[in-house]
């Protein structure tokens, strides 16, 4: 069965870095485009960053553009998401998500399979 498990999150203080893992397992993780998305207390869920397929092409929501860098390692079935200058505002649970027609949009009912979150909590 194919699953996504995040990691990485916790308390950071603002300004710090954060690097979220996404391991995909029991399914061919190459074809997928990823993506990550938040939800942040009380709001909806929103798009963070995608990548396509083979990682050679990458979206940023406008909140965390320069700030965040979403990559891949298709050899360990892994996606990641840096994440730099943290402010409070990017407190929130993370998720990310799989794409098995490797479209990687905006749009989170065009994924198909999601993890079950990873919690980052800024600090002031």
């Known amino acids: 069965q194919f699953r996504l498990v995040e990691s990485g999150g916790g308390l950071v203080q603002a300004g710090g870095s ?3 893992s ?3 397992q029991g399914g061919v993780w190459r074809n997928y485009a990823v993506g990550w998305f938040r939800q942040p ?11 396509g397929a083979d990682g050679s ?3 940023y929501g406008d909140a965390v553009k320069d700030r965040f860098t979403i990559s891949r390692d298709n050899a360990k079935n892994t996606v990641y998401l840096q994440l730099n200058s943290v402010e409070i505002e990017d407190t929130a649970v993370y998720y990310c998500a ?19 979150g990873t919690q980052v909590t800024v600090s002031s």
Do not use: H, M, S
């Open 57 to 59: 092409i990458r979206d």
């Open 98 to 116: 799989a794409d098995r027609w490797g479209r990687g949009n905006r749009w989170l009912n065009q994924y198909q399979t999601w993890g079950q």
């Open 22 to 24: 996404c391991v995909a």
């Open 41 to 51: 207390p009380g709001k909806d869920r929103e798009f963070v960053a995608a990548i």
């Open 18 to 20: 954060l690097i979220l």
